[in-house]
């Protein structure tokens, strides 16, 4: 009921765009984002498992699901990661543009000055 009621949540926060704070990982700059929704998601396939899981045997997962789970729960930590370096190499790109554009605006008002020296 809570990964249904989770999931919910942040399927409608993303479909309207709306940034709601999240506090899932415990910090304050958490918003609810796609990496939300994952994590929504594995929680609800996790419960609706142990749901079907049939009580009367021991419980012996195979493998392939055990890998998938395990998959699942990397997921959100994988997009985030992935979004650290999205935003980093943009930073860089955008630095070297900057100093790339500081520089010739520099040469640009240096040329001037240099122009009326010679006078």
Do not use: H, N
């Not at 506090?23 to 929704?37: A, K, S």
């Not at 994590?39 to 419980?59: N, Q």
């Not at 395990?70 to 100093?99: C, D, H, N, V």
């Amino acid at each position: 009921m809570l990964g249904l009621a989770f999931a919910s949540a942040a399927f409608i926060v993303i479909r309207r765009g709306e940034w709601v704070p999240c506090g899932c990982t415990g910090t304050g700059g958490d918003w609810v984002d796609r990496v939300t929704l994952a994590r929504a998601l594995t929680i609800l396939g996790a419960s609706l498992f142990i749901l079907i899981a049939d009580r009367s045997r021991p419980l012996v997962l195979p493998v392939p699901f055990l890998l998938l789970i395990i998959g699942f729960s990397f997921l959100p930590a994988g997009w985030r990661l992935l979004g650290i370096l999205r935003e980093r190499r943009y930073r860089q790109r955008r630095r070297k543009a900057m100093a790339a554009e500081q520089e010739r605006l520099r040469r640009a008002l240096q040329a001037p000055l240099l122009a009326d020296r010679d006078l």
